[in-house]
């Protein structure tokens, strides 16, 4: 509620005193509101001929579109709607019925309310929303600030506000109150008009329709409490009619009215404003006569008449049951005609009634619901199932949602922002949190593990299923091989397993795999189209999916088997699936609802909301019950970073860029790792023994073979053999880029300048080695005549000189890096593979293939070969490295035959280990460490002057070079294009 502030001074100087008992008939005061202010009339009555006269005034300006208004004349209130900004106000008079403060009354669950009404026996505000169809209920007055405000759900200082009716309701206008009969009354001018009552605390079995027939737009309501009469105007059939409390006796009062809307009663007289004139009219009931009162530009909406007589006190228990300590109620006490107290206690919106007067302590089971640009709270517990927004601030795009139970947060993403968000699930946190927002593309799908405290999620974007603490740290690519279109996701904690769906056109599936990504298995794969979103059932081990196109509700056992349709009716649509006790909820585009069915049979079916836009995922749940355990629960199981639960056991895991320590608990960051490329893919090793093989996050990446490294960029380049294109990305798999995509026949090498930020490569089959600039520009064939099948490429840019193998002359090769001084430095080379260079020694060490098999070593041009590890001679099929590199003191090689990383001192051949085991077909290997790159040369500032390609010589000289086809012009250092083409096909 907000605070009370005061109100500028009154835009007349005529001020009018509240009428007394003995002079109320010869004055009237009416007030009245227009869309932008609120006014007014002081009726004089002339004794003689009853006729009317008025001076009016204005009370307070600058409104919203002002509609519905009502008073509570003991209290001096007069409450009024302001549909633009979508609150109820309530302003307080003094004696002079001049209004001196204003107070926001309600702005929860606001969307068109038209009708209000004041109960002032128990201080409540009743009132009909014509957008939302619904009629609700709020204490006047807030909770003190030292109540119980726990089972409420709301803060100190709120109301406590109820809806009482939300069925077969269209568009309720009109409402008035009877609390000495216990009785609500209101118009409804929807497709079935009508005009009901019921008990004033919305029992169902009290709702009666009073009229139904000749009534079409039902508009102003109006009661005479002494006689119990109903009046009532409406706008399409232009007559103003009355009737008793059960609709009998009805009779038409006035009739060719213009268009009638708002009505009110008082001393004999009853008032109306009309729409299309903006006029307000009286009659005389007496007399039975009828006349105008007001004419004005500004158009009269609502009327009501101030006066005392209208709201008698009901000063007994028995008349007001609520009257002493709240009927014993912690909450709402409602008048009623049902209960045999006359009165019922309730609750606010969304909280259960435990006992016949004790609320629980805030709502237990909830619906959280994306509607693309806004999360909403659905509660379970009250079977209005009423839609209350989540203040989570500007979503542009909201797709999946989870809910943590242990701190109580609501997790969505969003696939416009390429965020994930969280916010308070009570909304009182404050404004949403970022968790993730770099490196992420289009996130469809989000699951928490509630007890190691990690938050998991699909990119359809990048492909890839990530995990990461719920905070947004230690973040780590789990899965990111042969995945589509991946979407929804769910965990089961407690049994290690993660569960995904993937709409991928050839081949939608789901699948399942441990919660650190391994033990990946297919579970579902036939009969499939669009899975969608998935749910799951621990304790039955079940997993049920929905299909937007099979337009089906399945259920399998956790291993795919058992499958069997739950629901293939009526679900156009079906995008998000979630499961609670004994039900299965869930969206669907086309119908725009929420439904919920049994999990077992697919009956009892249930509507829980319906015309709603752009739903898209939804999480049921209990609020704040963890469920389960696991050995990640209690202190991350000893992790310092990520702790992954699996079905037999746990594993700690580091972000990117860490590694395990010999504990396989602590993350540290090392010097160095080895880089390996292997079935097509990139991972990476810690130096240490001990690590296991984590594979880079790469998008797409098929059949990368060679590959090298820019350390201080921090980005990888790749060749691909099969699909013919040359790739970079940075280490932790973002920015995934094709730099060359024509004109190779069969790359076999690779290698970055890093001084001069150009890459090479070779072509084995095109017999050429050609250049370009780090982003795949200004390529040039440096080398196309007197080579043959070029491998293997290495380079030593600090003295401008390359390093390939050839395997038909048997030799390894050397030349300058412009492509000059083209030389064969070792013969007999023994078919060399896995070439690379000691920046520290400039030895170059290469893997020889022909028996007996080994690792050869020589200096930079050639002299001085030795033979470092070998193969004996009895069985050299055992020992056949194909990859190498030099870190430190050590030479690390691939070895085929043992699927092993092995490693010696690179200059004895001594201290032989295995590194690692079961990698099997590495193809490259190199170690990256921030020394593997250093020194200078003329290219390396502002790029030798040069406008496309510095290209080091050695000896401290460079030239400048242009692309393929153009020409190197006077200066030498700028290009000019070709002018003259041959165009052939």
Request: hydrophobic share 35%; charged share 25%.
């Amino acid at each position: 509620a907000a605070t009370a502030t005061a109100v500028g001074p009154l835009a007349s100087s005529e001020h009018y005193s509240l009428p007394s008992a003995s002079d109320a008939s010869s004055s009237i005061l009416l007030l009245f509101t227009t869309y932008y202010d609120l006014r007014v009339l002081n009726v004089s009555v002339q004794p003689d001929t009853n006729t009317l006269t008025y001076t009016m005034d204005v009370l307070l300006q600058d409104l919203n579109e002002a509609s519905a208004m009502d008073f509570y004349h003991a209290r001096g209130l007069v409450c009024w709607t302001e549909n633009t900004l979508e609150v109820i106000q309530c302003g307080r008079t003094n004696g002079t019925l001049n209004v001196t403060s204003k107070t926001t009354v309600i702005t929860e669950g606001l969307d068109k309310p038209e009708g209000l009404a004041i109960d002032w026996y128990t201080d409540k505000l009743y009132w009909t929303d014509g957008e939302s169809n619904r009629i609700e209920v709020a204490q006047l007055e807030p909770m003190a600030a030292g109540a119980d405000v726990a089972g409420s759900g709301r803060q100190p200082n709120a109301r406590l506000q109820k809806v009482l009716i939300w069925s077969d309701l269209d568009q309720p206008r009109a409402i008035a109150l009877m609390p000495a009969r216990r009785y609500m009354i209101w118009t409804d001018w929807g497709e079935s008009p009508k005009i009901e009552r019921a008990s004033m605390d919305g029992d169902p079995q009290s709702r009666t329709v009073l009229v139904n027939d000749r009534i079409f737009w039902p508009n102003g309501l109006a009661v005479d409490l002494e006689q119990e009469l109903i009046y009532w105007v409406d706008g399409n059939q232009r007559f103003l009619d009355v009737m008793d409390l059960d609709g009998g006796n009805r009779r038409t009062l006035v009739r060719d009215l213009d268009y009638p809307y708002s009505l009110t009663f008082t001393s004999n007289f009853l008032f109306w404003t009309d729409w299309k004139d903006g006029t307000l009219h009286y009659y005389d009931i007496q007399r039975n006569r009828r006349k105008e009162l007001l004419r004005k530009t500004e158009v009269p909406i609502t009327v009501h008449a101030w006066d005392g007589r209208l709201q008698p006190v009901a000063d007994t228990d028995l008349a007001n049951p609520c009257r002493r300590n709240n009927g014993n109620c912690s909450h709402l006490c409602l008048l009623s005609t049902v209960a045999p107290a006359g009165y019922s206690c309730a609750c606010p919106t969304g909280i259960k009634l435990l006992t016949a007067t004790q609320c629980a302590d805030g709502p237990q089971d909830m619906l959280f619901v994306v509607q693309r640009s806004q999360i909403n709270r659905i509660s379970l517990d009250s079977p209005d199932y009423s839609i209350v927004p989540l203040p989570a601030g500007k979503l542009r795009y909201a797709i999946a949602i989870d809910y943590d139970p242990v701190e109580n947060y609501v997790y969505w993403s969003d696939k416009e922002e390429s965020a994930i968000k969280r916010a308070r699930a009570d909304g009182m946190g404050g404004p949403a949190e970022e968790v993730v927002t770099a490196e992420i593309q289009a996130p469809d799908g989000l699951a928490i593990d509630w007890l190691a405290r990690n938050l998991y999620w699909t990119d359809t974007g990048t492909d890839r299923i990530q995990v990461c603490r719920l905070d947004g740290s230690f973040r780590r690519v789990l899965i990111y091989d042969n995945l589509v279109e991946p979407r929804a996701i769910a965990l089961a904690p407690t049994l290690g397993w993660m569960f995904w769906s993937d709409w991928g056109p050839k081949e939608p599936k789901i699948e399942r795999a441990s919660l650190d990504g391994t033990e990946r298995v297919l579970i579902v794969s036939q009969n499939l189209i669009w899975p969608n979103g998935i749910a799951l059932d621990v304790d039955a081990r079940k997993i049920y999916w929905c299909d937007a196109k099979a337009d089906t509700i399945e259920v399998a056992n956790m291993d795919g088997s058992g499958r069997n349709t739950i629901l293939s009716d009526n679900l156009p649509h079906v995008f998000g699936l979630s499961l609670l006790g004994d039900y299965l909820y869930w969206t669907d585009w086309q119908r725009r609802s929420i439904d919920r069915a049994h999990k077992l049979t697919g009956a009892d079916r249930t509507t829980i909301g319906e015309n709603i836009a752009e739903l898209m995922g939804l999480k049921v749940t209990r609020l704040h019950e963890v469920q389960g355990t696991n050995p990640c629960a209690v202190g991350n199981g000893g992790c310092s970073q990520l702790c992954l639960n699996r079905p037999r056991d746990y594993v700690c895991r580091c972000q990117l860029d860490y590694e395990l320590g010999r504990d396989n608990r602590t993350c540290l960051v090392p010097a160095a790792f080895l880089l390996f490329s292997n079935h097509g893919s990139i991972g990476r090793l810690s130096i240490d023994s001990h690590n296991h093989a984590d594979y880079a996050p790469f998008r797409n990446v098929v059949d990368a073979h060679y590959l090298d490294v820019d350390v201080a960029d921090r980005r990888i380049y790749w060749v691909s053999q099969k699909q013919k294109y040359i790739s970079r990305a940075y280490i932790n798999g973002s920015d995934v880029q094709r730099i060359v995509e024509t004109g190779l026949m069969q790359p076999e090498g690779i290698a970055v300048d890093w001084l001069a930020h150009n890459v090479y490569w070779t072509d084995a089959d095109a017999r050429r080695i050609e250049v370009a600039r780090l982003d795949g520009s200004s390529r040039r064939i440096l080398i196309w005549k007197g080579i043959e099948e070029p491998k293997n490429l290495i380079l030593e840019p600090r003295k401008g000189l390359m390093y390939w193998t050839e395997w038909p002359s048997d030799s390894i090769r050397r030349a300058a890096m412009d492509g000059g001084d083209l030389l064969t430095i070792i013969s007999g080379a023994n078919h060399a593979i896995g070439l690379t260079l000691d920046p520290d020694t400039r030895r170059l060490y290469w893997a020889r293939q022909t028996s007996p098999t080994g690792i050869e070593s020589a200096d930079w041009d050639g002299k001085r070969r030795t033979r470092l590890v070998m193969a004996d001679a009895a069985d050299s099929n055992r020992f056949v490295p194909v990859a190498l590199t030099i870190y430190q003191d050590w030479v690390y090689w691939a070895d085929w035959t043992t699927d092993e990383i092995g490693r010696a001192n690179k200059t004895t051949g001594d201290n032989r280990t295995i590194v690692h085991s079961n990698l099997k077909y590495t193809y490259a290997l190199l170690a990256f460490h921030a020394g593997r790159q250093s020194g200078s040369n003329q290219c390396r500032t502002n790029n030798g002057g040069c406008t496309h390609l510095c290209l080091a010589q050695g000896q401290r000289k460079m030239t400048c070079a242009c692309p393929t086809h153009y020409t190197l012009n006077a200066n030498r250092v700028s290009c000019s294009p070709p002018r003259n083409y041959i165009i052939f096909s």
